[in-house]
């Protein structure tokens, strides 16, 4: 009976007929559901009364499959009072994301007994709606969890993982991944749902680095509701008329496969990099969710912890590493973290040049990085794939060099990744027009600046610590030609670095860039020849956002 009032009231609401769809929804409010104690076992609490229940609506867009679902809500059931009535887990995902921005904005590190009472309330809440969904086994038609419909979840699992949250045995990613399938089971097939809109809710499960059974069925699902609109093939279903780069038949191989499909894919790479670089449209997120929790619970609401300047604890190798005497590998400007994530899990051997091969398993890692957001987030992830042997350091690059020195092992590689390059301009002046060109203002002003990240004091530093450590190596990567020729230079002529000679070179480069084309039209060095290599000298998994 409740399914047909809904499915009634459904139509009625696309034909436009609002108040027919009006007057059922006063009847489905009419309706209180009872559920008999001899139905349930529930030992743990006694129950004196049977359960009441009323019928909640939920009305959805088309890009979430359209209609309207309906679930059960209590009205007298102590099982499910464990949770604060107005908690929300989107929300408090929101909030815990918005109490990171919000401190690191400040240059505070976030107080983790606060954050943890916000995550329990999430974890109360998933306990909630998962015993709410108990109740499907009498009422099959209610949904599973109205607050968490479309793509809902795998947004909260998204936003946590931002924050760092590394959840008890991983019960809320888990949770949160089987709520996003049964949401593409209920809706992914539809018409109204988009490929798109699918390939959304698995990438973001993946860009949270996610992993464990309940993801991989995450994506067997995904994958079948894709083969379907590729079956079906029309305009509507698929719409990828803004990004005809996207290779549906290859994303679905690499779900079905039991690793291809995760945080190192190329789109979830991309991901990352949008939030890393706080693009506009991301920009504008993080400043939300910081003002959604100092609205909400006032920037006072978690006590400030100061900025630890005693790095004693912080570079403490015994306590960092189980065996410190095992090779290291450096990652300055680490970012997200992503590539480190990686390297600790790769296979040895998988380098494409014999100048760079290491036995990744039986080295250490270390990322260094002054984003509190991007520490937090590569923590967090570390710590749920339970990666002992790499860890994540706030700090400036060159302190962090400096006590490399008291490192017990031998450092193996050091590496800067493509650092925020400073702004292209010919001359000082040209800075304003530049920007009014639409050059990036963020940027630093220029190479001499000193915002710079890489300076001739820290590749000095860095030459000094590998040459004490059984002749390490230096890799410099840049996506800007005149950047990478600039880090060359320096490492060479001021920092005592000699380059090495590969046998895939760099013969001929395309100036494809419009800053790559004003650098060759200036006379600047190509980056051509021996000492730049053509092909990646890391595994694909050590690929950074």
Same mark, same amino acid.
């Given at each position: 009976?409740?399914?047909?009032?809904?499915?009634?009231?459904?139509?009625?609401?696309?034909?436009?007929?609002?108040?027919?769809?009006?007057?059922?929804?006063?009847?489905?409010?009419?309706?209180?559901?009872?559920?008999?104690?001899?139905?349930?076992?529930?030992?743990?609490?006694?129950?004196?009364?049977?359960?009441?229940?009323?019928?909640?609506?939920?009305?959805?867009?088309?890009?979430?499959?359209?209609?309207?679902?309906?679930?059960?809500?209590?009205?007298?059931?102590?099982?499910?009072?464990?949770?604060?009535?107005?908690?929300?887990?989107?929300?408090?995902?929101?909030?815990?994301?918005?109490? @990171?921005?919000?401190? /690191?904005?400040?240059?505070?590190?976030?107080?983790?007994?606060?954050?943890?009472?916000?995550?329990?309330?999430?974890?109360?809440?998933?306990?909630?709606?998962?015993?709410?969904?108990?109740?499907?086994?009498?009422?099959?038609?209610?949904?599973?969890?109205?607050?968490?419909?479309?793509? #809902?979840?795998?947004?909260?699992?998204?936003?946590?993982?931002?924050?760092?949250?590394?959840?008890?045995?991983?019960?809320?990613?888990?949770?949160?991944?089987?709520?996003?399938?049964?949401?593409?089971?209920?809706?992914?097939?539809?018409?109204?749902?988009?490929?798109?809109?699918?390939?959304?809710?698995?990438?973001?499960?993946?860009?949270?680095?996610?992993?464990?059974? !309940?993801?991989?069925?995450?994506?067997?699902?995904?994958?079948?509701?894709?083969?379907?609109?590729?079956?079906?093939?029309?305009?509507?279903?698929?719409?990828?008329?803004?990004?005809?780069?996207?290779?549906?038949?290859?994303?679905?191989?690499?779900?079905?496969?039991?690793?291809?499909?995760?945080?190192?894919?190329?789109?979830?790479?991309?991901?990352?990099?949008?939030?890393?670089?706080?693009?506009?449209?991301?920009?504008?997120?993080?400043?939300?969710?910081?003002?959604?929790?100092?609205?909400?619970?006032?920037?006072?609401?978690?006590?400030?912890?100061?900025?630890?300047?005693?790095?004693?604890?912080?570079?403490?190798?015994? #306590?960092?590493?189980?065996?410190?005497?095992?090779?290291?590998?450096?990652?300055?400007?680490?970012?997200?973290?992503?590539?480190?994530?990686?390297?600790?899990?790769?296979? !040895?051997?998988?380098?494409?040049?014999?100048?760079?091969?290491?036995?990744?398993?039986?080295?250490?890692?270390?990322?260094?990085?002054?984003?509190?957001?991007?520490?937090?987030?590569?923590?967090?992830?570390?710590?749920?794939?339970?990666?002992?042997?790499? #860890?994540?350091?706030?700090?400036?690059?060159?302190?962090?060099?400096?006590?490399?020195?008291?490192?017990?092992?031998?450092?193996?590689?050091?590496?800067?990744?493509?650092?925020?390059?400073?702004?292209?301009?010919?001359?000082?002046?040209?800075?304003?027009?530049?920007?009014?060109?639409?050059?990036?203002?963020?940027?630093?002003?220029? /190479?001499?600046?000193?915002?710079?990240?890489?300076?001739?004091?820290?590749?000095?530093?860095?030459?000094?610590?590998?040459?004490?450590?059984?002749?390490?190596?230096?890799?410099?990567?840049?996506?800007?030609?005149? @950047?990478?020729?600039?880090?060359?230079?320096?490492?060479?002529?001021?920092?005592?670095?000699?380059?090495?000679?590969?046998?895939?070179?760099?013969?001929?480069?395309?100036?494809?860039?419009?800053?790559?084309?004003?650098?060759?039209?200036?006379?600047?060095?190509?980056?051509?020849?021996?000492?730049?290599? /053509?092909?990646?000298?890391?595994?694909?998994?050590?690929?950074?956002?």
């Amino acid at each position: 009976e409740i399914d047909i009032l809904v499915r009634q009231r459904s139509e009625a609401r696309w034909d436009g007929d609002y108040n027919r769809a009006d007057e059922l929804r006063d009847v489905i409010d009419q309706i209180c559901v009872t559920i008999s104690l001899n139905q349930l076992q529930y030992s743990a609490i006694d129950l004196e009364n049977d359960l009441e229940y009323k019928i909640v609506t939920t009305d959805l867009p088309r890009s979430q499959g359209g209609g309207s679902t309906w679930e059960l809500q209590p009205i007298n059931n102590p099982l499910f009072n464990n949770a604060k009535s107005e908690d929300n887990v989107l929300q408090l995902a929101h909030a815990a994301l918005g109490m @990171v921005v919000s401190t /690191s904005e400040r240059g505070v590190d976030v107080n983790e007994e606060d954050l943890d009472r916000l995550v329990s309330r999430i974890e109360a809440r998933l306990q909630t709606l998962q015993q709410r969904k108990a109740m499907g086994t009498f009422f099959p038609g209610t949904a599973a969890a109205g607050e968490l419909h479309g793509r #809902k979840a795998a947004d909260a699992a998204f936003w946590l993982s931002l924050a760092g949250v590394n959840a008890r045995d991983n019960f809320i990613y888990d949770e949160l991944a089987q709520v996003a399938s049964e949401e593409l089971l209920r809706f992914g097939s539809n018409k109204s749902c988009r490929a798109k809109d699918v390939l959304h809710i698995v990438e973001r499960f993946a860009m949270a680095g996610v992993t464990g059974s !309940s993801v991989h069925q995450l994506y067997n699902v995904a994958a079948d509701c894709l083969e379907v609109k590729m079956m079906n093939n029309t305009s509507d279903s698929v719409d990828d008329s803004d990004d005809d780069s996207i290779d549906y038949n290859n994303i679905i191989k690499s779900l079905r496969g039991d690793v291809t499909f995760g945080l190192h894919s190329d789109r979830s790479l991309l991901g990352l990099w949008r939030f890393s670089t706080r693009q506009r449209k991301q920009r504008v997120f993080f400043e939300n969710a910081a003002k959604h929790f100092d609205g909400r619970y006032g920037k006072d609401a978690t006590r400030l912890h100061s900025i630890n300047d005693d790095k004693s604890d912080k570079y403490e190798w015994s #306590k960092l590493f189980k065996d410190p005497t095992r090779p290291l590998v450096v990652d300055v400007g680490s970012g997200m973290g992503v590539s480190l994530l990686g390297l600790a899990t790769a296979a !040895s051997g998988a380098t494409h040049e014999e100048e760079i091969q290491i036995d990744w398993n039986e080295c250490n890692f270390i990322g260094v990085d002054l984003s509190r957001l991007g520490i937090r987030f590569a923590r967090g992830v570390s710590k749920r794939w339970e990666l002992d042997n790499l #860890k994540f350091v706030v700090d400036p690059a060159e302190e962090c060099i400096e006590r490399l020195s008291s490192y017990p092992g031998p450092i193996k590689l050091a590496m800067i990744q493509f650092p925020t390059p400073y702004r292209y301009t010919e001359e000082r002046e040209d800075v304003e027009a530049s920007v009014a060109q639409g050059y990036n203002a963020q940027l630093p002003e220029d /190479s001499e600046s000193g915002c710079f990240m890489v300076t001739e004091k820290l590749l000095r530093l860095i030459q000094e610590v590998l040459s004490r450590k059984e002749d390490g190596k230096l890799l410099v990567q840049s996506n800007c030609e005149d @950047v990478a020729v600039r880090m060359k230079n320096i490492a060479e002529t001021r920092a005592g670095f000699q380059s090495l000679e590969f046998t895939n070179s760099v013969t001929s480069l395309d100036a494809v860039t419009q800053r790559a084309q004003r650098w060759f039209a200036n006379g600047g060095d190509r980056a051509i020849g021996k000492s730049f290599s /053509s092909l990646p000298l890391l595994p694909m998994v050590g690929r950074t956002e």
